[in-house]
């Protein structure tokens, strides 16, 4: 289902923030680790008008309230849960042949329509915090300990990086 709403940005309350804060507190304080989901409602002004708020959109307003009660803007943005490459590109930060070249390397998942690549949206995000996670592995293994000899902390990264080297020689 694709959404044609177009973006919508939301500036922080110049007054009422305090109200912004209370709603903030709220979703903070019903936070729970142990259930999938907080339980929160939406309530009418008629008794018995209410409804679950599901755990994605609880997440979302939390989001929300914690940037407005920070003096930030926020921008909503649908987005269609397949992609394009172009939007698969964009949404990544990179060309559309870096794209295409991640997908028929098989690093995403994707299916063609016609002569068209199309992408999900959750098997990109789910591609972009692998590359992340990979990426502060990467800075972490570069890391230098203040106590560690300048000499050993060479050796140590030239290692990493003939590693990396060779890793990127045995990918197809």
Do not use: N
């Not at 305090?18 to 929160?40: K, Q």
């Not at 018995?48 to 407005?68: M, S, T, W």
């Not at 028929?104 to 690549?117: A, C, L, Q, T």
């Not at 972490?140 to 590693?163: F, G, I, K, N, Y």
């Amino acid at each position: 289902m694709t959404v044609t709403s177009q973006q919508e940005t939301y500036l922080p309350p110049v007054e009422g923030r305090a109200r912004v804060a209370d709603v903030r507190d709220f979703l903070l304080a019903h936070v729970t680790v142990e259930r999938e989901r907080p339980p929160c409602f939406l309530s009418g002004a008629t008794p018995g008008d209410r409804v679950e708020l599901p755990a994605e959109l609880y997440q979302v307003l939390l989001k929300v309230a914690e940037a407005l009660q920070s003096g930030l803007a926020v921008s909503v943005s649908p987005v269609s849960t397949t992609l394009t490459t172009q939007q698969a590109a964009e949404l990544l930060g990179v060309s559309r042949p870096t794209v295409i070249r991640l997908l028929d390397g098989g690093e995403i998942p994707f299916e063609r329509v016609g002569s068209h690549r199309r992408v999900l949206l959750r098997d990109l995000l789910d591609y972009r915090e692998r590359r992340r996670a990979a990426q502060y592995a990467a800075l972490e293994v570069t890391a230098v300990d203040e106590d560690e000899d300048l000499e050993a902390s060479l050796l140590r990264l030239r290692a990493a990086r003939r590693e990396v080297g060779r890793r990127r020689r045995e990918q197809p």
